[in-house]
């Protein structure tokens, strides 16, 4: 019986996963050698060509700044502008500045280089280098209103090349026209519209028998001139309580070049009305007086400012403050100020300054009743200040001087810094100024005014033998500033370990026996008496002493050990019962 079509093609695709899966899973013969697969990089993994802002062909002027780009993300582009091949060693960035003369080619060669990637395609990019140069360009935009006595600077965008300009309208020729453009000041009268006309010019040179010059087309820059006298301010803010009679200064822009000219009855000021910078406000208590002001510069072709009004209450002022140097708070390098107001409750405002050369404050403003400045011997202190309450008039403005004083010299020691001395020794210090006392610390830190005082000068060296002991000191006296920290270093001699005996002390022991002292100390002498007295060098010497006695007795030894450089032992004493033999 023939197997039908479906049946038959059954048959077929069984036999051929059959033979498929024997082929993949068949073992391989272990007699043919392996060869291990070989992997090779895709053959697209180059760095992609720089590619410029400018299309290549472009005509572009002198400094004209190409910007390169890469698709390829951290990418270094370098390039080389002689015509040669750009490599690793060539410059790189992606700025590149126009440069050679006008009418030749400026020639770019860039790569892209990316560790991992192969090198990019060269961009071999051309750029004709336009005859007509960039024009000059200025600080200050065109059409703009300045002030009289400001400067316009007209700068050039090609390298080595000059900026030319005139002031009359007119172009410039190069022959009459003016060329230092970095600082062209406009004293022209108020109103006055000023046109600078100016151009970029290069050249002229010769190269090659070659004359070499360009131009840029004229650029011009218009100006119209602000001749207005600084506004007015003043020393009291508007909207201030006065004291009656304050004086209110009228303060300029730095330049002292203006009058003033001021009203006390709220009319508008003129040239002919009151002139002075310093205006006595006066009034009764609770009465407003308005201060309008004008300025007017001096020289020709200035107008009079816009009018400046302030307006002040009378009111009772808080108590002048006053100010003192405090001589116990001086030191080395600061000077302190206390400062009072005779009013309750009134805050003090307070400012360093220096009025040599020139009037310039040397610290914020600060509010209290003291403060401390960084100044040095001799210098001069300047303090402004002023007190304030509220519901009260401010106090006048007070200017306090002071001289400080010199500075002491430092303390000198009797002993030599460096020296090994005594263990519970004593040093002296001592200071030039008469009625000087002298502040110190042995600890390392630094003495002040609160530190001990060394009485008579003395300072008692003590510590662990063969240790270094320090003291700092300094010299303090009112009406002087402290001198700077001596500092005076010792080392503390070692002590001589006492001797010990041969029998522990407390025995029993028989008429003769000998007792040995024994030093514990290499190289030292031991001394010691029998007698109850305290050793000294002048005792009996030795290491060797004899018991005696009657029993029942009390034998006592007092033994000293000494050595030459060391601070003796202290004094050990054994006894001994004396025993029936």
Known sequence: MRPSKSKLSLLLIMISIMCFSSIVYAAPDPTTPVTPQQTTPPMNT?????????PNGTTVTLGTKISLQTS???????????????????????????????GETFVIKAVTIKAGLQTSETAVLTYPISTKLA????????????????????????????????????????????????????????????????VTHYGPFYKDDKKIEAFSDVATFTYTIDGTSPTPRANYPTGTM??????????????????????????????????GRFIKVSGALGQKVTVK?????????????????????????????TAELIDELLTQTTATVRLHSDTPGASIHFRAFK??????????????????????????????????????????????????PGQLEQPVADTASGTVVPNNGTMKLSSAEPGAAIHYTTDGSEPTRSSPIAVNGEVKMTGAPGTLFLVRAIAVKNGKMPSFVAAFEYILQQQVRPPTPSLPSGSAVVDGTRLQLQPQTLGSNVYFTTDGSTPTTDSLSGGSVVITGKPGSTFTVKALAVQDGKVDSGVAIFTYTLREP
């Open 355 to 404: 009025d040599r050369p020139g009037f310039v404050y040397t610290s914020a403003e600060m509010i209290g009743t003291s403060g401390t400045f960084e100044r040095q011997p001799y210098d001069q202190l300047y303090i402004e200040a002023y007190a304030e309450k509220e519901g009260r008039a401010r106090s006048r403005t007070k200017i306090f001087y002071f001289n400080l």
């Open 242 to 275: 006065l004291a009656n009679a304050t004086i209110v200064e009228l303060l300029d822009d730095g330049t002292f070049n203006e009058d003033y000219y001021y009203t006390t009855d709220g009319s508008i000021p003129t040239a002919s009305s009151t002139k």
């Open 72 to 102: 390829t993300q951290g990418g270094k582009i370098h390039y080389t502008t002689d015509g040669a091949d750009p490599t690793l060693s060539s410059s790189s960035g992606r700025i590149v500045a126009v440069e050679g003369e006008p």
């Open 46 to 54: 180059r760095a992609s060509k720089p590619v410029p802002t400018f």
């Open 135 to 198: 024009p000059p360009s200025a600080n200050v935009p065109s059409g703009s209103t300045v002030k009289r006595g400001s400067s316009i600077s007209i700068a050039s965008r090609v390298p080595f090349a000059n900026t030319e300009y005139t002031l009359d309208g007119s172009i410039p020729d190069f022959s009459t026209s003016r060329r230092d453009s970095s600082n062209i000041l406009l004293k022209q009268v108020h109103g006055a519209v000023v046109t600078i006309k100016a």
């Open 293 to 321: 002001a004008i300025s007017k510069n001096r020289g020709a072709g200035w107008i009079a400012s816009p009018v400046s009004a302030f307006e002040y209450t009378i009111g009772t002022p808080v108590a002048d403050p």
